[in-house]
């Protein structure tokens, strides 16, 4: 696990904001505006986070293993697999887009939106 940063459990309403995103870009595709909306919204709520990705292997096992149950993560851990994504692709270019095509993100945000389920703020 990361110990770099400690992520923030969020308001309900801003993960059901991500989650509409990320619905919207299923419709728009990668290179959309709404794409980049949702990049820009997720660094500036501080879901991506600093943290050494780099050494955190739960991302790539999980990454690659189609059958891995994204589900029996926390909203932290599912932020933590957001912010390595994001911060890979800027040095292995084409990880977003590998994520995206992989089905990867779908896993990510359908875990969030039964994972604030829960949530009562």
């Known amino acids: 696990m990361p110990n770099e940063t400690q992520t923030n459990i969020l308001p309900k309403a801003q993960y059901q904001h991500f989650i509409s995103l990320y619905q919207q870009v299923k ?6 505006q709404t794409f980049n909306k949702l990049f820009r919204d997720l660094y500036q709520a501080e879901v991506i986070a600093p943290f050494n990705y780099v050494d955190w292997e739960p991302a790539r096992t999980a990454w690659n293993n189609p059958s891995f149950n994204f589900n029996a993560l926390s909203l932290q851990d599912l932020q933590h697999h957001l912010t390595a994504i994001f911060c890979a692709d800027r040095y292995e270019e084409g990880t977003v887009v590998c994520a995206y095509h992989s089905g990867v993100f779908e896993k990510i945000f359908a875990s969030m939106a039964q994972k604030i389920e829960a949530l009562h703020n």
């Open 27 to 32: 419709e728009d595709g990668l290179e959309s």
